[in-house]
């Protein structure tokens, strides 16, 4: 899951893009606002965190423009404003959810988790397609009554596909999901990952769509005798 971070001091950043890295999720770190604008015209991200006092142009401005194009990415606003006033303005400008400094890295991942759950219309850290299932937050998998053992980034890829499951997605896709600015993935990867999956779970599981992307049916991990 790849999240942006606005963030302009050096200290919270850096312990925002580490603290939410070691939990699972894929991090782009900017410090004002006239870049946050340009990464969310040309990225695509699960969610967002975002400050309000930023250099060059404010977060409410960066919130405000995003949904006036049509941007519909769950935003978290992290801010020392504490007022209800600020507060309010925050969430009609079109926050998701506005959370006041200092806030427990593990309170905000999780934060994070229901934001992009409800995005992708799931009420809970289970995930379910077929007889494969997915514990967000425990990160255990199961795939027809057995669990499965992966590593972390078979499990990243795997709830990717299934966030999204009956619809294609490209290689491109799959990579920013995966990976940040700071770590490239090398040209085979996502092959290489979809392979060891499809040798776990099973070779139906993930569907290639040829020179498309890859694809997890909503039906093709139920039993056999379902």
């Known amino acids: 899951m790849r999240v942006l971070v606005v963030e302009d001091d050096d200290l ?3 312990a925002l ?14 410090r004002d606002g006239i870049g946050a604008d340009t990464m969310l015209r040309t990225g695509e991200y699960a969610a967002v965190v975002l400050d309000l006092g930023l250099p060059r142009r404010g977060g409410l401005e960066v919130l405000r423009t995003a949904r006036a194009r049509g941007d519909r990415v769950p935003v978290l606003v992290l801010t020392a404003r504490d007022a209800v006033e600020d507060r309010i303005a925050g969430l009609d400008t079109g926050s998701d959810d506005y959370v006041v400094k200092p806030v427990a890295i593990s309170e905000l991942a999780a934060r994070l988790r229901a934001l992009i759950r409800r995005a992708h219309g799931a009420g809970s850290n289970l995930l379910a397609v077929g007889g494969l299932t997915l514990d967000a937050h425990s990160r255990e998998v199961s795939f027809r009554g057995q669990r499965v053992e992966l590593h ?7 709830r990717e596909l299934m966030l999204n499951s009956g619809r294609v997605l490209t290689r491109e896709q799959l990579e920013a999901s995966l990976y940040d600015l700071d770590r490239a993935a090398e040209s085979n990867t996502i092959e290489v990952f979809v392979h060891r999956l499809r040798r776990k779970l099973a070779p139906e599981v993930i569907r290639t769509i040829r020179g498309v992307g890859y694809l997890l049916p909503r039906d093709a991990a139920k039993d056999d005798d379902a």
């Open 12 to 14: 919270l950043g850096g």
């Open 152 to 158: 972390a980034s078979e499990f990243a890829l795997l």
């Open 17 to 30: 893009q580490t603290g939410l890295r070691d939990r699972g999720f894929v991090i782009d770190w900017v």
